[in-house]
């Protein structure tokens, strides 16, 4: 039951994606224009998802366990240290070099011909990368 | 700064971001998982939980022929060239594997649960994203 609904809940995000604009390399890096001509739409899809998961993660939090009955697990690190800092500011530098970010990437992986199969091939490397430097390092 | 009236799409994207917190919103309510995409990726191999996550990556890559069953896909552009394409993931990678999230992780799920480390997050990856562009479309281009 709950592998139906992790792909209905992949394939609403793709379709959320595709029709905000996400998939758009061109529009994403529109919206990150802001000294430029900028287009502000991304703003919404942010606004709009926000809209739905404040309401969503009230409930959960407030059941606390799923609809199907288990135990909801939501994040509890509240640490904010050098590792979450950069590795955001890592992030946004390649979003802002590829106009992709990940689900976007994954949306565009079979559709979108080889542009997005390398930044995806790039993106299972980095993590790959961090992983492996992160289990040698603790 | 200016608007680029031609390109804005406001109901189109608030309607995609609606849809976006509904599947997080099935996720954390039938799941009990966030709908991070970075973290659902960084799971899909050597995790005990690795056959939803597989589930949800497959739904998102085939949901452009979904949306095409119903209207034509809208059109995309993109101008980066392959090596540029290719260090920009591994940095996206990278990056998102040391915050431990992007932009649905931070940005959607954890500015919804009121998150104060999700928003540093977004701050931070937004603001790289805004200087890469300046950067690369002000300064080099």
């Known amino acids: 039951m709950q592998l139906i609904f992790a792909a209905l809940s992949g394939i609403i995000f793709g379709l959320g994606l595709i029709l905000s604009g996400m998939t758009n390399p061109a529009k994403v890096k529109g919206f990150l224009d ?14 709009g998802a926000i809209l739905i998961g404040i309401f969503a993660f009230a409930i959960a939090k407030k059941r606390g366990e799923t609809i199907l009955g288990e135990n909801i697990m939501l994040p509890d690190n509240k640490q904010i240290d050098r590792k979450l800092v950069i590795g955001a500011l890592i992030f946004g530098a390649g979003w ?18 080889v542009q997005a199969a390398i930044f995806t091939a790039g993106m299972l490397v980095g993590i790959a990368i961090y992983k492996v430097f992160n289990s040698r390092k603790g | ?120 997050a977004t701050i931070s990856f937004m603001s790289a994203g805004f200087v890469a562009v300046f950067v690369v479309s002000h300064l080099i281009g």
């Open chain 2, 1 to 120: 700064m200016a608007i680029d009236w031609a390109h804005f799409t406001p109901l189109a994207s608030l309607a995609g971001g609606l849809l976006i917190g509904l599947a997080a919103a099935i996720l954390v309510l039938f799941n009990g998982k966030i709908a991070g995409i970075s973290g659902i990726l960084g799971g899909l191999i050597a995790s005990k939980q690795a056959a939803w996550r597989w589930l949800f990556i497959i739904g998102l890559a085939i949901s452009p022929f979904i949306y095409g069953l119903v209207h034509s896909l809208p059109s995309t552009e993109n101008q980066t060239s392959l090596p540029v394409l290719l260090i920009a993931g591994v940095l996206v990678g990278i990056g998102t594997t040391a915050s431990s999230g992007c932009t649905s992780g931070h940005g959607v799920c954890g500015l919804s649960r009121g998150s104060l480390r999700s928003l540093v």
């Open chain 1, 96 to 113: 802002g070099l590829s106009g992709y970010c990940p689900g976007p990437a994954i949306a565009s992986l079979f559709s979108a011909g």
């Open chain 1, 34 to 47: 802001i000294t430029g001509l900028w287009d502000p739409s991304l703003a919404f899809v942010m606004g």
